[in-house]
């Protein structure tokens, strides 16, 4: 079937003011399991929202045609470090909770520690999560990732000083260890030198293949 027709992504921004994650209110407390509910279609969700790494609410389930859909989307609105400042998603983002776990963690665990130099992370600015779209827009290619809520495109990271992309020369040390990391715990990881449509942006998912193979293509300034 047809994919829908989509506008194209966005274009990387100038610096913009960044939302409060903080309208998303506190997480819900936490209850006991109710043996009667249904079976959660994503069990990774409910420790996601519960864990307080990351401030989030649930989605609607989408299913468009037959091909796009997420059964328990997340909109990420923040990842909160272990000092406990949020790190702002420009804008918020709709994924599929394991996406949101396995970013989360990079965020906390490899960028914020890789980027300390540049001051304190404020904000990641993203171009597109969740889209029903083929791969680079194609007609004819495969389902993209981002039609399965199973990816992200990260545009830059904003500290209070500046904002820091994937081709600035001027932190090739802090950008080698993000793609170092990055490559590490992201199935896929598509950036500058990878094709025409990730010059600006930074592309990372969790496709499954056979065996567990990786794609990291980012080329370094």
């Not at 994937?166 to 950008?175: C, E, I, M, T, Y």
Request: proline share 12%; aromatic share 4%.
């Amino acid at each position: 079937m047809p994919l829908p027709s989509v506008p194209p992504r966005p274009e990387a921004a100038g610096a913009a003011p960044l939302p409060r994650a903080e309208a998303f209110g506190p997480p819900p407390p936490r209850r006991a399991p109710d043996p009667d509910a249904p079976p959660d279609p994503d069990p990774v969700c409910g420790p996601l929202l519960a864990g307080g790494k990351v401030v989030a609410r649930p989605a609607a389930a989408i299913a468009e045609g037959d091909a796009c859909g997420v059964a328990a989307p997340v909109t990420l609105a923040a990842v909160v470090l272990r000092g406990g400042r949020q790190v702002a998603l420009v804008p918020p983002a709709v994924m599929r909770c394991d996406l949101a776990d396995r970013l989360a963690d990079w965020v906390r665990d490899d960028v914020a520690p890789a980027t300390a130099a540049e001051g304190d992370l404020l904000g990641i600015a993203d171009a597109a999560a969740y889209v029903c779209r083929n791969r680079n827009w194609a007609a004819g290619a495969r389902v993209s990732e981002h039609a399965r809520g199973n990816a992200i495109d990260i545009l830059a990271f904003r500290f209070a000083r500046r904002t820091v992309g994937w081709k600035d020369p001027g932190a090739r040390d802090v950008l080698a260890a993000l793609r170092a990391s990055a490559c590490a715990r992201f199935a896929t990881v598509l950036g500058p030198g990878a094709d025409a449509f990730h010059e600006t942006d930074l592309h990372v998912d969790l496709e499954h293949r056979r065996n567990g193979f990786k794609l990291c293509q980012w080329t370094l300034p």
